[in-house]
């Protein structure tokens, strides 16, 4: 399988393999209107294997999205065919509007333009919790 390399854009390395069509819907890298490719599965001698997503333009991605999906991911924007910068994504400690509440009593709920916030409140595990009711967050939605 030959995929070409990007001119300028951006490739997010290192997604543990399977969850690389999660970010992309998250992401919302299906409206956009450039060359995107998913790579499922590629052999990495640290990970044995993982996802690539390379995206053929300059964006601005969402560090939440991908630090709660996976926070393992590196983000290379790459300029000129160069890799000019590299970034670690870690545990975002705030969620805003990433995921939804699931408790039907929490504010959220009745008060529509109100923000889905959610706080880390255990890095081991990756548990949030909604920040008006604490319910905990169902994991990857």
């Known amino acids: 399988m030959n995929i070409d390399s990007i001119k300028n854009g951006i490739v ?7 969850k690389g069509m999660e970010l992309y819907r998250l ?4 409206d956009l209107d450039c060359t995107v490719a ?3 599965n590629v052999g990495s001698k640290k990970m044995g294997k993982k996802d690539i997503i390379k995206i053929d333009a300059d964006i601005d991605l969402s560090m939440d999205i ?8 590196t983000v290379n924007v790459i300029r000129e065919g160069k890799n000019v910068e590299k970034r670690r994504i870690g545990l975002p400690e ?10 039907p ?3 959220t709920t009745t008060e529509q333009e109100l923000s ?14 909604c920040l008006y009711c604490e319910a905990k967050a169902d994991g990857n939605e």
Request: charged share 25%; hydrophobic share 40%; net charge positive.
């Open 12 to 18: 997010i390395d290192h997604i543990t393999a399977g």
């Open 27 to 30: 992401l919302s890298l299906g």
């Open 38 to 40: 998913l790579i499922k």
């Open 66 to 73: 991908l630090g709660y999906v996976d926070p393992n991911v």
């Open 94 to 103: 705030r969620l805003t509007d990433v995921i939804k509440c699931k408790n």
């Open 105 to 107: 009593r929490c504010i």
């Open 116 to 129: 889905h916030v959610f706080v880390l409140t255990d890095k081991k595990a990756h548990v949030y919790r």
